[in-house]
Protein backbone atom coordinates (compact mmCIF):
# COMPACT_ATOMS: atom_id res chain seq x y z
CA UNK A 1 0.00 0.00 0.00
CA UNK A 2 2.86 2.45 1.20
CA UNK A 3 4.61 1.50 -2.18
CA UNK A 4 1.99 1.95 -4.18
CA UNK A 5 1.00 5.30 -2.45
CA UNK A 6 4.77 6.40 -3.49
CA UNK A 7 4.06 5.35 -7.17
CA UNK A 8 1.29 7.39 -7.43
CA UNK A 9 2.85 10.19 -5.69
CA UNK A 10 5.87 10.13 -8.91
CA UNK A 11 3.23 10.42 -11.38
CA UNK A 12 1.39 13.16 -10.05
CA UNK A 13 5.19 14.52 -9.75
CA UNK A 14 5.53 14.02 -13.64
CA UNK A 15 1.88 15.34 -14.13
CA UNK A 16 2.49 18.95 -12.14
CA UNK A 17 5.78 19.10 -14.22
CA UNK A 18 4.51 19.23 -17.29
CA UNK A 19 1.51 21.16 -16.43
CA UNK A 20 3.79 23.47 -15.18
CA UNK A 21 2.57 23.28 -11.77
CA UNK A 22 4.08 22.82 -8.49
CA UNK A 23 3.27 19.99 -5.83
CA UNK A 24 5.09 18.24 -2.49
CA UNK A 25 3.96 15.18 -0.72
CA UNK A 26 3.15 15.97 2.89
CA UNK A 27 2.38 12.83 5.36
CA UNK A 28 2.64 15.36 8.57
CA UNK A 29 -0.93 15.33 9.13
CA UNK A 30 -3.86 14.24 11.36
CA UNK A 31 -5.85 11.78 9.35
CA UNK A 32 -9.12 11.92 11.22
CA UNK A 33 -9.10 16.20 11.02
CA UNK A 34 -8.74 15.41 7.10
CA UNK A 35 -11.14 12.93 7.04
CA UNK A 36 -13.56 15.75 8.49
CA UNK A 37 -12.61 17.85 5.66
CA UNK A 38 -12.66 15.60 2.47
CA UNK A 39 -15.46 13.20 1.77
CA UNK A 40 -13.25 10.34 2.42
CA UNK A 41 -15.21 6.91 2.80
CA UNK A 42 -15.39 5.64 6.42
CA UNK A 43 -13.14 2.68 5.82
CA UNK A 44 -10.21 4.42 4.40
CA UNK A 45 -7.67 6.37 5.90
CA UNK A 46 -5.47 9.36 4.07
CA UNK A 47 -2.14 8.47 4.25
CA UNK A 48 -0.69 11.24 2.00
CA UNK A 49 -1.36 15.00 0.59
CA UNK A 50 -0.58 16.49 -2.42
CA UNK A 51 -1.40 19.85 -2.57
CA UNK A 52 -0.96 21.38 -6.32
CA UNK A 53 -0.74 24.85 -7.41
CA UNK A 54 0.44 27.04 -9.89
CA UNK A 55 4.24 28.08 -9.54
C1 LIG B 1 7.46 11.11 3.07
C2 LIG B 1 7.51 12.63 3.09
C3 LIG B 1 6.62 13.32 3.89
C4 LIG B 1 6.64 14.72 3.94
N1 LIG B 1 5.74 15.38 4.71
C5 LIG B 1 5.75 16.74 4.74
C6 LIG B 1 4.80 17.46 5.53
O1 LIG B 1 3.95 16.88 6.18
N2 LIG B 1 4.89 18.81 5.55
C7 LIG B 1 5.84 19.49 4.83
O2 LIG B 1 5.84 20.73 4.88
N3 LIG B 1 6.74 18.84 4.09
C8 LIG B 1 6.72 17.48 4.01
N4 LIG B 1 7.63 16.81 3.25
C9 LIG B 1 8.61 17.60 2.50
C10 LIG B 1 7.99 18.21 1.24
O3 LIG B 1 7.58 17.18 0.35
C11 LIG B 1 9.00 19.12 0.51
O4 LIG B 1 10.13 18.39 0.18
C12 LIG B 1 9.37 20.28 1.39
O5 LIG B 1 8.20 20.97 1.74
C13 LIG B 1 10.37 21.24 0.69
O6 LIG B 1 9.79 21.75 -0.48
P1 LIG B 1 10.54 22.94 -1.27
O7 LIG B 1 11.92 22.45 -1.58
O8 LIG B 1 9.71 23.14 -2.53
O9 LIG B 1 10.55 24.13 -0.37
C14 LIG B 1 7.61 15.42 3.17
C15 LIG B 1 8.50 14.72 2.37
C16 LIG B 1 8.45 13.36 2.32
C17 LIG B 1 9.43 12.60 1.42
Redo the contacts with the bound molecule.
Keep these: MYLEAGHAAQNVYLQAVSLNL?T??????NPEEVKKALPIPEQEQPIYIMPLGKK
Design positions: AVVMAGF
